[in-house]
């Protein structure tokens, strides 16, 4: 299919299922949201910006066990909803898909003792049609090219992996973690961002790799909040100079922190400060949007390149971190600790933390904290690990 035939035939699809879901909303308001799956429980269409790893779960068990409808519970008190998956049946009976819906018990309905599935039912019979639509219409169409990072996207090749960033001085400073992100390759080793983000940024993907980092983490992070929402803890998320000027990716950005319900306060954004420092505007902008949001923004690799200062009047910063060719060269080089000492009077005129990155060994630490740097972050405070399996308490302790 050609690449315009292949977006016509995206759009109409997604035109069918937002109708339907308009329909379904129509029929039980007490519907919030809904999204559409396929066999295989992959996505087709969703009325809301990211789903929480149980409704996969959810969708994958009402594909998998035909005979119940399934259900789960969702969040707490006030804001608590439940959730259903249906699975849509072909003519042959068998599972060709299923529709997920959330459904927040307070709206009461007039038809309310009537069970959702029934009220549903008919509309159930017209996805079925739509569904086997679709099917005919994709046996039909040549699959269209995949590019190396949408297809680790595909096959969740990725990970998320954290690493501690330490207060050097505990009574002022907090918990902070950076968020990195780690490819999967063959041989069952990790590989890091450079070796693969140069090609996804040739493709223009690094949006929809920084979407999928974004909307990982905060899944993650509202899934997980006993592991990490005692004290005042921060992630800290890198983004590419694509993502900081794409405006549709700030909204995206926005609308996952709102519907995660994580506390902006949580997130800070990381930016180079080659890029934040190079004049574009929209940079400038999303990095006072995320600001505006409540999210701290961090200045990445500073001094590395040592620009003139005057970019700091446009872009909002409360982070600076520390080059790590400044960082390896302190123990030995004075011109080196001159610079350090220079950004932390900076960063303390402007009110803003400093973080020593890629600490490696104990005299780049002592010569770090000997200079008022706030913060440390490297292999010696401990390296990435698996966001999944990350133990914030050692970490904490250390
Ligand atoms: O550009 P940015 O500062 O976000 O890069 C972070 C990268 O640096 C990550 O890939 C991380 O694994 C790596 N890193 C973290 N700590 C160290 C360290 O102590 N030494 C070195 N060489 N790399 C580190
Ligand atoms: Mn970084």
């Known amino acids: ?20 879901a308009r329909l379904i909303s129509s029929l039980s308001p007490e519907v919030c949201s809904v999204s559409f799956h396929d066999q295989a429980a992959e996505t087709l269409w969703l009325s809301e910006d990211f789903l929480l790893p149980e409704d996969h779960r959810l969708v994958e068990d009402s594909l998998a066990d035909r005979e119940a409808v399934q259900g789960m519970s969702y969040g707490e008190f006030e804001d608590a909803r439940y959730a259903v998956a249906l699975p849509i049946y072909d003519a042959h ?9 959330t459904v927040d018990p307070h709206v009461q309905h007039a038809r309310a003792l009537e069970p959702l599935e029934q009220r549903l039912s008919p509309l159930i019979k017209c996805l079925a049609a739509e569904y086997a639509r679709r099917t005919s219409l994709k046996l039909t169409a040549d699959a269209p090219p995949l590019h190396a990072v949408d297809d680790a996207l595909a096959d969740e090749r990725f990970e998320l992996f954290v690493q501690p960033i330490q207060a050097l001085n ?5 918990a902070r973690f950076e968020v990195l992100l780690r490819l999967r390759v063959e041989d069952g080793s990790w590989a890091e961002p450079k070796e693969f983000l140069r090609e996804a940024a040739k493709e223009r993907s690094m949006p929809a790799v920084d979407r999928w ?24 998320i890198n983004l590419s100079a694509q993502s900081v000027t794409d405006a549709n990716f700030i909204r995206y950005v926005e609308s996952c922190v709102s519907k995660s319900g ?36 961090a200045l990445d690799d500073f001094g590395g390149n040592s620009p003139s200062y005057g970019y700091l009047r446009r872009v909002p910063a409360h982070y600076f971190k520390i080059d790590a060719s400044l960082i390896v060269a ?58 999944a399996h990350f133990d914030f308490g050692a970490a904490r302790r250390h």
């Open 1 to 20: 299919m050609s690449d315009r035939n292949e977006a016509a035939w995206e759009q109409d699809s997604a035109g069918a299922f937002c109708a339907f």
């Open 262 to 297: 994580v506390p902006p306060q949580a997130l800070c954004f990381e930016v180079t400060e080659r890029f934040a420092s190079s004049g574009n505007i929209s940079a400038a902008e999303s990095m006072q949007r995320l600001e505006a949001l409540g999210a701290e923004v």
């Open 170 to 174: 505990p009574e002022t400073g907090h």
């Open 213 to 236: 980092v974004v909307r990982t983490l905060l899944a993650w992070l509202a899934n997980n909040r006993k592991l990490w929402a005692k004290v005042p803890v921060v992630f800290a």
């Open 93 to 101: 009976g068998d599972t060709c898909g299923a529709v997920r819906l």
């Open 330 to 387: 302190a123990p030995v080089d004075r011109f080196a600790r001159a610079m350090i000492a220079s950004i932390v009077r900076m960063a303390s005129d402007l009110g803003v933390h400093t973080v020593a990155e890629s600490v490696e060994l104990e005299v780049q630490l002592d010569a770090v904290r000997a200079l008022g740097v706030d913060y440390a972050q490297g292999y010696l405070m401990g390296r990435p690990a698996a966001l």
